[in-house]
């Protein structure tokens, strides 16, 4: 069964995520980009929200754009977000490059689930 990391920091988008796909997937779920460091070596594939927490060891919390732990992953990704492209604080256009798919929030779930395939096909 092929394994799917899902990392959002709004535990409600992972836990909808993880209840459509664990039919078909093993799914992994983590709330910050620790947990793409952590996990992504050990995927099939990474969907990631694109504005994300990065949780230090001494408890301090700071907001980090995921795609500077996902562009080194080398596993299909597939960023999900909310921002507005071109808005002067968010480097979206640029970002998009280092991922296989983007979903605007809200999204659909059957769009997810045929990237999915698509993208674990090979």
């Not at 990474?46 to 754009?65: A, C, L, P, R, T």
């Not at 490059?97 to 779930?109: A, E």
Request: contains cysteine; aromatic residues 10%.
């Amino acid at each position: 069964m092929k394994k799917i990391l899902i990392v959002d920091d709004f535990k409600q988008i992972v836990e909808l995520l993880k209840d459509e796909l664990c039919e078909d997937y093993e799914c992994i779920c983590g709330y910050s980009a620790n947990d793409i460091v952590k996990y992504s070596n050990s995927v099939d594939l990474i969907i990631s929200d694109y504005g994300i927490i990065w949780k230090h060891e001494n408890g301090q919390e700071d907001f980090v754009w995921s795609i500077n732990y996902l562009k080194d992953a080398k596993v299909p990704k597939i960023l999900i977000t909310g921002v507005t492209p071109n808005d002067g604080f968010n480097n979206l256009n640029e970002d998009k490059k280092h991922v296989d798919k983007v979903f605007f929030k809200p999204f659909r779930i059957e769009e997810i689930k045929d990237a999915i395939i698509e993208l674990l096909k090979g």
